[in-house]
C-alpha cells in the first residue's frame, strides 16, 4: 500500500456559500433537509450512494466512497448565499417550481430561515435579468470586501469550521481573457478602476480565495479560469473547479460520444436543441450570455473525438447548439439530439436522442459532491485546480498546457484513483493480468 496524503479530519460544521439562490441552489438545499430528515434519498450524489473498489476484484472491498474517505457529514452543512432577489429558500423554491409543495411544506420551518444576503450584480453581464437586492459600492474592489464580510459574519454567526463557496447563479455575457486578468496586481487593480473585464462572478471567486474558501463555478462563465485566480489560488493554498454544471444534454455528449469513438463510428454530424423555460433558459435568450454557453457545450465533442488522431471518422463534423427559451416548460428541460454517423464501408445511421431531463434536480447531487470534494481537498492540502472533478463540469479547467479531459468514464477514474492516492490505496489500472498469470 502507498503512503497516502495526511487528511484533517472533517469536524464541526461546514459553511455551503451559494451565489445565487434561484432554482438549483433551492433545490439543493431542500434536498439535503430532505435527506436528513429521512423524506427522501441521494441519488446522484456519488458522495452518498457511489462505492470504489479497492484492491483485486477477488477481494471484494467495495466500500460506498463516504465510508472510504473522510467527508464532512450532511448533518453538517449549514447554508447561506446572495440573490438578487430577497425570497427566502422556501419562497423561492416554490417560485422556481421544481419540487413538489408538499416536500417543501414538510421541511418549511429550516428552510425558510435562509435569506438570501444581497448580491453583487450589475446588468451589463445578465441582460435578461432585473433585481434590486444588491449592493452599493464604489468600484469592483469594494463590492469584493463587501463580500468577504459576509462570508466571515456567516462563519462567526454559525460557528463554522470550514467553509466552500459554489456559484450556482446565471450565465453571463461572453467575455475574453484579457491582460488584467494576468496577474493578481492587475487584476486588483482593474476590481479598483471598474474595469468592465471583471465580471461579478469574478468578484466572488476573488472573495472566496482572499477567504481561504474553495470555490467551484457551475456556470460557463470565465469567472475564475483567468492566471491571475488560479495563482492566487495556489498561494492561498485554495482548491477551485469548474466550470459549468454537466447536467442534460452535455452529460449525454459524454457518454454517448465515447461509445462511438471506442467502435470506431464515424460522425458527420450531431445537431443539439433544447427547450427550458426556467431563470436559465431566461437568461441564455440573451445572445450574448447564449455565447458563454454555446462555447461551453462546443468543446466537448472535438476533446473526445480527437479529429487529429482520427481524421476519416471525425475531421469536419457538423455540430450544432440552439437553447431556446419556452416559459411553459419551467425546469423540466428537453434536450433534442440528431446525431448522424457511419459504419462500415461508410455506410449512414442514426441515432436520435430525446433527454426530457430536470436541469436542477441533475445539477442538485452535483453541487453537493463539490461541496464536500472540495471540502475534503482543502484538508489535504491540495490547492488551485482539481482536475480530478472533472466529471461535474462541462468545461473542466486543467493546466494551461494540457487540454482537458471530458470523457466521462476516464474523468470517473481519474476521480476514484485520486481517492484511492489519498488514502494510499493501489490504483486501478484494470489491467487484470495478475488473475491468469
Known amino acids: 500500500m502507498a503512503k497516502g496524503i495526511e487528511v484533517a479530519k472533517p469536524t464541526g460544521k461546514l459553511g455551503v456559500l451559494l451565489p445565487g439562490m434561484g432554482a438549483v441552489a433551492t433545490t439543493f438545499i431542500t434536498g439535503v433537509v430532505a435527506v436528513r430528515r429521512g423524506l427522501g434519498q441521494p441519488i446522484g450524489s456519488l458522495t452518498q450512494m457511489g462505492t470504489i473498489r479497492l484492491g483485486k476484484r477477488t477481494e471484494k472491498r467495495i466500500p460506498k466512497i463516504k465510508e472510504f474517505v473522510e467527508l464532512a457529514d450532511l448533518n453538517d452543512l449549514v447554508f447561506g448565499g446572495w440573490d438578487i432577489f430577497p425570497e427566502d429558500v422556501y419562497s423561492a423554491a416554490l417560485k422556481a417550481g421544481v419540487l413538489k409543495k408538499d416536500l417543501l411544506d414538510q421541511v418549511k420551518d429550516e428552510i425558510s430561515q435562509i435569506k438570501p444576503w444581497k448580491a453583487v450584480f450589475n446588468k451589463n453581464y445578465v441582460k435578461k435579468l432585473d433585481g434590486d437586492w444588491v449592493k452599493q459600492a464604489t468600484n469592483k474592489y469594494e463590492y469584493a470586501q463587501l463580500l468577504m464580510e459576509d462570508i466571515q459574519n456567516f462563519k462567526e454567526k454559525n460557528k463554522l ?234 468545461s473542466p479547467m486543467c493546466a494551461p498546457e494540457l487540454y482537458p479531459e471530458h470523457d466521462l468514464f476516464i474523468q470517473l477514474m481519474k476521480l476514484k484513483n485520486t481517492l484511492r492516492y489519498i488514502k494510499g490505496e493501489e490504483l486501478i489500472t484494470h489491467l487484470g493480468l495478475e488473475y491468469y498469470d
Open 161 to 394: 469550521d470550514r467553509l466552500v463557496m459554489i456559484w450556482c447563479a446565471s450565465t453571463e455575457v461572453f467575455l475574453k481573457k484579457h491582460e488584467v486578468h494576468e496577474t493578481i496586481e492587475s487584476f486588483e487593480k482593474a476590481m479598483k478602476e471598474n474595469h468592465p473585464a471583471i465580471a461579478p462572478s469574478m468578484i466572488y471567486a476573488y472573495a472566496a480565495i482572499m477567504s481561504g474558501v474553495p470555490f467551484a463555478n457551475g456556470a460557463p462563465n470565465l469567472t475564475v479560469d483567468i492566471p491571475a485566480l488560479t495563482e492566487l489560488a495556489k498561494e492561498k493554498v485554495v482548491p477551485i473547479a469548474g466550470k459549468d454544471f454537466k447536467t442534460g444534454q452535455t452529460l449525454m455528449k459524454t457518454i454517448i460520444a465515447p461509445g462511438l469513438k471506442a467502435r470506431l463510428l464515424g460522425l458527420h454530424g450531431w445537431f443539439s436543441t433544447n427547450i427550458l423555460g426556467n431563470r436559465d433558459g431566461e437568461v441564455l435568450d440573451d445572445p450574448e450570455s447564449f455565447k458563454t454557453k454555446e462555447e461551453s457545450k462546443l468543446g466537448v465533442l472535438d476533446y473526445i473525438l480527437q479529429p487529429h488522431v482520427y481524421p476519416e471518422l471525425y475531421q469536419g463534423f457538423y455540430h450544432k447548439v440552439r437553447i431556446n427559451y419556452y416559459p411553459p416548460r419551467g425546469d423540466n428541460k428537453e434536450g433534442w439530439d440528431n446525431i448522424d454517423i457511419f459504419g462500415w464501408l461508410g455506410y449512414p445511421m442514426q441515432i436520435k436522442i430525446d433527454f426530457l431531463c430536470r436541469d436542477s434536480i441533475l445539477a442538485a447531487p452535483i453541487v453537493l459532491d463539490l461541496a464536500l470534494f472540495l471540502d475534503l481537498a482543502q484538508r489535504c492540502r491540495m490547492k488551485g485546480i482539481q482536475e480530478w472533478l472533472s466529471f461535474y463540469f462541462k
